[in-house]
């Protein structure tokens, strides 16, 4: 009776086991869009009719701000010829400080 009680606690242990492995995974983010500045900047103007209209440096990096006349609008961060997203979003308007 005792091997089969340690028995069945060993099979259930396993099931769970499995059941954890199984279904419980690593949060995980996805990976950042990079790639040569031309090439990100004409992808936007091809898929937003997004132009540049701020540039700056920022933490040893150039900074883009790109906006398009419906108000989508990306940042990219360019160092060494490459630029990558750093966020993206809509509705963006200039307010000229009011």
Do not use: W
Not at 54 to 80: E, I, M, N
């Amino acid at each position: 009776m005792k091997r089969a009680a340690a028995i069945l606690l060993i099979l259930i242990a396993l099931t769970l086991a499995m059941i954890t492995l199984l279904t419980i995974r690593p949060a995980r983010a996805d990976p950042v869009p990079c790639g040569p500045v031309k090439t990100m900047l004409d992808r936007l103007v091809a898929l937003y009719q997004e132009f540049v209209v701020l540039t700056g440096q920022a933490a040893g990096s150039q900074v883009l701000v790109t906006l398009s006349p419906s108000g989508t609008f990306t940042v990219l961060a360019v160092r060494d010829g490459r630029a990558c997203m750093v966020l993206a979003g809509e509705k963006g308007q200039f307010d000229n400080g009011t």
